[in-house]
């Protein structure tokens, strides 16, 4: 059982920034992903990192916008969410899975079906 706290979300006028943060219980070859979701509207998937050696994965709604990162002596994965829009607004979920290969953490095959373990999720709300 790997277990999730996500923290760092809030309300932030658009064009301004949020760095969400989720610490887990264990943090050694382990795929960890952020996602986001809008009530009425299937969970997107953002961007994953590899544990082991904090290669990042971006899906085409993250990048240019969104950088994630990690700080193994925490056991913490980031997201700096820059240049924020109203359509950000959203539930933010991290995620994380021991199964999924190096290859399928950082591509788009992995879905949300592919992850085990998921944090409470952290509210953005971005005003316009």
């Known amino acids: 059982q790997v277990r999730l706290a996500e923290s760092g979300g809030g309300s932030v006028q658009a064009g301004g920034s949020l760095r969400l943060s989720c610490t887990a219980s264990?943090?050694?070859?382990?795929?960890m992903g952020w996602f986001r979701q809008v009530p009425g509207k299937d969970r997107e998937a953002l961007a994953a990192i590899f544990s082991n050696d904090g290669f990042p994965y971006y899906a085409d709604s993250a990048k240019g916008r969104f950088t994630i990162s990690q700080d193994k002596s925490k056991r913490t994965v980031y997201l700096q969410m820059n240049s924020l829009k109203p359509e950000d607004t959203a539930m933010y979920y991290c995620?994380?899975?021991?199964?999924?290969?190096?290859?399928?953490?950082?591509?788009?095959?992995?879905?949300?079906?592919?992850?085990?373990?998921w944090g409470q999720g952290t509210q953005v709300t971005v005003a316009s």
């Open positions: 995620a994380a899975d021991r199964g999924l290969s190096h290859y399928d953490c950082l591509s788009d095959s992995a879905t949300i079906y592919d992850y085990t373990f």
């Open positions: 264990e943090y050694r070859g382990i795929c």
